[in-house]
């Protein structure tokens, strides 16, 4: 890890963890959106607020369905007005292909319209294993993985980029003057981590072997890739008219750090964190905001530059060969998603 990125990492989020960060709200009537990883943490947090902003059908996605259930009782129960959303929990784990597969040809038969695809889904995790799929799993309760964390999201967001191009063309139906949004969760800590295997002859490949993982790394290296290739999905042309970001929540006191023990979480909360509404404040902020430029970093409700490796001589570079290597793979399992990728460039 960058020793020198560590401290100002930890100073950022001491500054800002109590930040009055903007409410930014919108009418949402007659919107469509989905959110992964939704029936708990920074997901279930976003998801009750924009329940509250009407929207005309809010999708949970969620691995357990019985936890998707409760999750949706909650926040029925808690808005703070009636809603009349048709508010949905349907099924999508992350650590299958097929599973994300299934879910896209759902969308595509069920949904006229998408309008916000928010990524939250992923998470930090234990030791090594490998997904059905063959990809790094790295296992406890809960997988954080490769596969997981970066790409089924971008599967997904393949998936559904025809959806979402096609929403920026439709009528504006009543409610803000809202373009289509696809946002992709990272995190500051993109900044602290090196990308070691970038002179492999396959980066992705490279992260796969057992040999060269690094645990104490892997989530904020899938934070890195996450950010790196949302930058250049952003230029693919048919997303032209939609808004393309990743968004940095901040350290919060979410479900992230399950995996540590009661008194790691007791004094990283007390000392770094965010709580999960001023969390949320982020997501909603680049969902519904206009004018980010494409493949923006955001964090703190605003736009900034990413740091690290991101920002380094070579990252264009490096950003080109990761990414002609993950559409590489995700074309072997989507083979339709082909002509999205082909024409990034």
């Known amino acids: 890890m960058s020793a020198a ?12 963890r109590n930040l009055d960060l903007p409410e930014t709200k919108a009418d949402l009537r007659g ?29 949970l996605s969620v691995r357990n369905i019985s936890k998707g259930e409760a999750a949706k009782q909650e926040i029925i129960s808690t808005a703070s007005v009636e809603s009349t959303t048709k508010l949905d929990v349907w099924e999508l784990d992350l650590a299958s292909f097929e599973s994300v597969k299934v879910f896209g040809r759902r969308c595509e038969a069920e949904l006229e319209r998408l309008d916000i695809l928010l990524e939250n889904g992923g998470v930090n995790g234990g030791a090594w294993s490998l997904t059905k799929d063959g ?6 309760s809960h997988p954080c993985s490769l596969q997981v964390n970066v790409l089924s999201t971008f599967l997904l967001a393949g998936l559904l980029a025809p959806l979402l191009a096609k929403t920026a063309k439709l009528p504006v139906p009543g409610g803000a003057n809202l373009k289509p949004h696809l ?16 002179n492999k002859p396959e980066i992705f490949r490279a992260l796969n072997d057992e040999s060269q993982f690094r645990a104490g790394e892997r989530y904020a290296l899938t934070k890195l890739l996450d950010l790196l290739m949302t930058e250049e999905l952003a230029k693919v042309p048919l997303l032209r008219d939609v808004i393309v970001c990743s968004v940095n929540p901040g350290f919060c006191q ?32 680049a969902a519904l905001t206009n004018d980010i430029p494409p493949g923006s970093y955001t964090s703190s409700c605003r736009v900034l530059e990413p740091s ?13 060969k990761l990414w002609n290597e993950m559409t590489s793979i995700l074309t072997i399992e989507a083979p339709d998603t082909a002509a999205l990728w082909a024409t990034s460039y």
């Open 5 to 16: 990125a560590i401290p100002r990492v930890i100073c950022t989020s001491i500054a800002e």
């Open 183 to 198: 946002v992709v969760v990272s995190s500051d800590v993109h900044q602290i981590v090196p990308i070691r295997e970038k």
């Open 254 to 285: 979410s479900d992230l750090m399950r995996e540590a023990s009661s008194i790691q979480r007791r004094i990283g909360y007390a000392i770094l964190a965010r709580t999960t509404a001023l969390g949320a404040r982020t997501y909603l902020w």
């Open 135 to 140: 990809w790094e799993n790295w296992q406890s």
């Open 308 to 320: 690290g490796v991101a920002a380094a001589k070579d990252a264009p570079q490096v950003r080109k």
């Open 31 to 59: 919107r469509v959106m989905i959110i992964t990883g939704a029936n708990t943490g920074l997901g279930l947090e976003s998801a009750k607020r924009f329940y509250e902003m009407q929207p005309a059908h809010l999708i």
